[in-house]
C-alpha cells in the first residue's frame, strides 16, 4: 500500500469516528473540526492531507513547524501551533501560525501580537487550560482562575483575537471525567466571551470523549499518521 493509500484509509477511520461521535451526541458534523496533528512527520505527508482534503494541521515545536510551514505555503492550510511555547518564540510563531492554541499565561501575549502585527495579519488565539488537579507537577495550560486575566490581556493586545478555549486531558485520568471538568469551566468562560466559543480537545484516544463534552476542534496525529518515533 503506498502511503497516500495508508493515510487516506486512516483519515477515513478517523472522519467516521468524528461523524458516529456527533451523532451520538446529537451534534452536527460541521461543528467539529478536524486538526491532523503532523509532528514528526514530513512536508510530503502534509501534502497527501491536503490533497485528502484536510484543511488544518497542527504542529508543537517551533522549529519544525516554521521549516514545514514555509515548505507547504503553496497549500493554504490553516497552521495550528499546539505546543509549549517560550515567549522569546512566541514572536516567530506568530508570524506564520494562523491558531496558537497554547497561550496559557501573560508573559507570551506582548511577543504575538508584535509577531501578528509584523505580519500584518490577525492571529487566532486560544488559551490552553490545565486540566491537571491544583498544584500538580509539570502542568502546561493556565489555572482557570487565571483565565479571566489571560482572555483581557489578549483582548486588549490588538492583532489577537480571543477564540476559546483548549486543553489535552491528563495522562492517567479517565478523559470523560477530565472532558466534564473542561465543560464546565468553558460554560463560565463563554458568558464572559460570547464570541469565545471554540474549545479544542481531543486526540486520538480520546476524541469521542471530547466531542461528547462540547469540542469543537479534535486535534488527531497518531490515528491518521501512525505511530511517532517514542523520543518526544
Ligand atoms: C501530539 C499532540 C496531539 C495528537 O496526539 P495523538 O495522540 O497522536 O492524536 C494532540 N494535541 C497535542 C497538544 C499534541 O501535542
Not at 512527520?41 to 504542529?59: C, K, Q
Amino acid at each position: 500500500m503506498s502511503r497516500g493509500d495508508e493515510v487516506a484509509a486512516s483519515l477515513d477511520v478517523v472522519r467516521r469516528r468524528i461523524a458516529a461521535a456527533c451523532a451520538e451526541a446529537g451534534r452536527s458534523e460541521d461543528d467539529v473540526s478536524l486538526v491532523v496533528v503532523t509532528k514528526f512527520f514530513p512536508a510530503s505527508d502534509v501534502r497527501l492531507l491536503a490533497e485528502l482534503g484536510v484543511t488544518d494541521v497542527g504542529e508543537n515545536r517551533h522549529q519544525e513547524a516554521e521549516a514545514k510551514a514555509a515548505e507547504c505555503a503553496d497549500l493554504g492550510l490553516r497552521w495550528h501551533f499546539i505546543g509549549g511555547l517560550q515567549s522569546n518564540k512566541a514572536a516567530a510563531v506568530a508570524s506564520y501560525a494562523d491558531v496558537v492554541e497554547s497561550v496559557d499565561r501573560a508573559k507570551l501575549v506582548g511577543p504575538l501580537a508584535r509577531g501578528a502585527h509584523s505580519r500584518g495579519r490577525d492571529v487566532d488565539v486560544l488559551l490552553q487550560v490545565s486540566l491537571d488537579p491544583p498544584g500538580a507537577d509539570n502542568r502546561s495550560g493556565a489555572a482557570p482562575a487565571d483565565l479571566a486575566d489571560l482572555a483581557r490581556r489578549v483582548e486588549e493586545a490588538g492583532m489577537l483575537r480571543l477564540c476559546g478555549l483548549m486543553a489535552v486531558a491528563p495522562l492517567g485520568e479517565d478523559a470523560d471525567a477530565a472532558f466534564a471538568r473542561l465543560a464546565e469551566v468553558r460554560e463560565t468562560f463563554v458568558r464572559d466571551h460570547p464570541r469565545a466559543t471554540a474549545l479544542s480537545a481531543g486526540m486520538s484516544g480520546d476524541l469521542e470523549a471530547a466531542i461528547r463534552h462540547g469540542a469543537t476542534h479534535v486535534r488527531v496525529g497518531s490515528a491518521v499518521l501512525g505511530e511517532r518515533p517514542t523520543v518526544q
